[in-house]
């Protein structure tokens, strides 16, 4: 059974920094996109970054450009965001995403949700001013 773990959410202050993790187990997404997408409080899911699957490419919401990277290490079947100068409207829960036939060897990362196979079940990250 293949599963994402999300990590490292929490409360951080406005100004701060957090790095959220996402682990799988079960396969490798060695060979698929992955990415990041959040949900904030009354609004809907929305993009965050996603990476190809061989770390060359990578993709932001236009928001977060210059203050969020994506991240993954292979050995580890782990994706990463650092995120730094957080706002109080990047109060979310981050899930990650991988997996899906048209992520495969594909050199553009896919920000469209509906080509993620797999989902974690998110982790919240909350920003006090």
């Known amino acids: 059974q293949v599963q994402l773990v999300e990590s490292g959410g929490g409360l951080v202050q406005a100004g701060g920094s957090l790095r959220l993790s996402c682990t799988a187990s079960g396969d490798t997404f060695r060979w698929h996109g992955m990415a990041w997408f959040r949900h904030g409080p009354g609004k809907e899911r929305d993009f965050v970054a996603a990476i190809s699957w061989d770390s060359r490419n990578t993709d932001y919401a236009d928001s977060l450009k210059g203050r969020f990277t994506i991240s993954r290490d292979d050995a580890k079947n782990t994706v990463y965001l650092q995120m730094n100068s957080l706002k109080p409207e990047d109060a979310a829960v981050y899930h990650c995403?991988?997996?899906?036939?048209?992520?495969?060897?594909?050199?553009?990362?896919?920000?469209?949700?509906?080509?993620?196979?797999?989902w974690g079940q998110g982790t919240q990250v909350t920003i006090s001013s």
């Open positions: 995403a991988g997996g899906g036939a048209k992520t495969y060897l594909r050199s553009s990362p896919s920000t469209n949700p509906d080509e993620y196979d797999y």
